[in-house]
């Protein structure tokens, strides 16, 4: 049965739900899309009059919100209608990492997963499309079939088709990447539902970017693309640590190697670890998977690039407390940049969190500065016990971070932190003054005319 799409649902109006369906919108002016989360609150905020008050700090999203919004681009909490009205319904809820049970600490829990089956099995009317946007392990669709199955109407139309379609967006660079994205993989048995969705991305993707598979290759790609890109993090920062060592610098090997076009240029920067809600939880599933079936030594190799991610964050603390003289206590840190890259407010799995624990643990006072997450998210990230509520200051300028302090510890790569402005710090931060470079971003140099004593991730040089 041929399929023509009027009317989206997207369940999750999240880091993925909320540009993907902005892009949609935007490049399908005939499609009414409707968002809708569990969480009004997060609704809410996507409804701000004042587009900075969105939930989500994207670059080009707020523009596509204004565009689209009120106009085929909507924002709900009434779930069950926009579920009842929708002919195709992505589901992009989280799968966090299953906290207790059988595989608790590596498979993904599905429960959200499940609870969209079944509310979509409840509510929805006719043939409806439910497209795997979430990343999932593989399989998954096979659960949300079977439960769907069970709500079929054997007498009339009512009837489901499931496709995977991972989302391959970067944070950070989302709007882009949904914009001119490397390609679209759409996995499924339905050849007319697959058209259905193709049709709708054709809209603004060439064809030959767009590739069918079977369902459960898509699920699969998914989860390997995201362990490559960290496996290729992880590796180059295992060589920053022996660059550190032997007196060359990990850009410029990075960029020797990089040149190579066997070996390409991108994702071979070097930093405190790699965060983001994905490529932990999608390679402990991955994990999970190959010790299921008994692949325990695939399971082991991939288990590596998290222990390096692990290693690469604790590192840096050691380093810190080694170079201030084995202590902190009575010592003020400046974090500079808490979100897990530039371009983001989103903090999820930033090597932040756990290295500024690790600093408050040693007992200095702590001072963190983010051009873009909010001063109650770093709170609840980092507030653990009563001691720490008193170490912790949120400053909202460089500057102010700085004063008083010993050492900056620069972790995320936001643009303002290429220039920092050195004489100004100089005359705010306490003697010895130091910067711990963990972009390996700062011009050392610069920074030493002005009295800085530098530590740089992955060059040997200063050291
Ligand atoms: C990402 C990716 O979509 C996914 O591939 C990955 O597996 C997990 O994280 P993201 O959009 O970044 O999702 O997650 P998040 O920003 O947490 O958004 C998910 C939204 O779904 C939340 O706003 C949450 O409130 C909502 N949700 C969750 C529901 O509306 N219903 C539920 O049952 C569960
Ligand atoms: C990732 C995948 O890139 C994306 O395709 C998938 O859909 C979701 O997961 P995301 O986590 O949003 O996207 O950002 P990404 O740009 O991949 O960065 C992840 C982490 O790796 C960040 O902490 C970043 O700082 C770090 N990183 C990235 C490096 O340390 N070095 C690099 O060269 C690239």
């Not at 670890?273 to 932990?280: A, R, T």
């Not at 963990?438 to 040997?460: C, E, H, M, P, V």
Request: net charge neutral; hydrophobic share 35%; with cysteine.
């Amino acid at each position: 049965m041929k399929f023509k799409v009027k009317n989206i649902c997207c369940i999750g109006a999240g880091y993925v739900g909320g540009p993907t369906m902005a892009v949609i919108a935007s490049n399908c002016p005939s499609i009414q899309i409707n968002v809708v989360d569990r969480n009004i609150d997060r609704i809410n905020s996507w409804n701000e009059e004042d587009l900075n008050k969105l939930p989500i700090y994207e670059p080009g999203l707020s523009d596509l919100v204004k565009k689209s919004r009120n106009i085929n681009l909507h924002f709900s909490s009434d779930i069950e209608s926009c579920i009842s009205n929708a002919d195709m319904i992505f589901i992009s809820v989280n799968t966090p990492t299953k906290k207790k049970g059988i595989g608790a600490g590596q498979a993904s829990d599905l429960r959200w997963i499940e609870s969209c089956a079944r509310k979509i099995g409840e509510h929805s009317k006719g043939s409806t499309i439910v497209v795997e946007k979430s990343t999932l392990p593989v399989k998954t669709a096979q659960t949300i079939k079977e439960i769907l199955i069970a709500y079929e109407d054997k007498n009339s139309e009512r009837n489901f088709s499931i496709l995977s379609n991972p989302e391959f967006l970067s944070e950070g660079t989302a709007i882009k990447d949904l914009e001119q994205p490397d390609r679209v993989l759409i996995g499924g048995e339905d050849k007319d539902a697959i058209k259905a969705l193709e049709d709708i991305y054709l809209n603004w993707v060439n064809e030959d970017r767009i590739l069918t598979t079977d369902i459960w290759s898509s699920e699969l790609s998914k989860l390997i693309a995201n362990a490559f890109l960290a496996q290729r993090i992880s590796s180059i920062n295992s060589i920053s640590s022996l660059c550190e060592v032997t007196q060359s610098n990990i850009n410029n090997v990075s960029l020797a190697i990089g040149m190579d076009r066997r070996i390409g240029s991108k994702f071979l920067k070097s930093g405190p670890g790699f965060g983001g809600s994905c490529f932990k939880k999608d390679i402990l599933n991955l994990v999970y998977i190959c010790n299921h079936y008994g692949l325990y030594e695939v399971a082991n190799y991939w288990e590596q690039v998290l222990s390096i991610n692990d290693w690469q964050k604790k590192r840096i603390t050691k380093k810190i407390v080694e170079k201030l003289f084995g202590t902190l206590s009575n010592k003020k840190i400046t974090v500079l940049g808490f979100s897990f890259k530039s371009n983001t407010n989103d903090t999820r799995e930033s090597p932040a969190i756990d290295i500024c624990r690790d600093l408050l643990e040693e007992g200095c006072k702590l001072s963190v500065y983010d051009p873009k997450v909010k001063k109650n998210q770093i709170e609840k990230d980092l507030i653990f016990d009563k001691e720490n509520i008193s170490n912790l200051e949120i400053a909202n300028s460089i500057n102010k971070a700085c004063i008083n302090s010993d050492a900056i510890i620069l972790i995320t790569d936001w643009d303002e932190f290429y220039n920092l402005d050195f004489l100004e710090l100089s005359k705010v931060m306490r003697n010895p003054r130091f910067i711990f470079d963990t972009r390996n971003i700062i011009n050392a140099k610069d920074a030493s005319n002005y009295g800085f004593r530098i530590w740089k991730l992955g060059d040997g040089i200063f050291q």
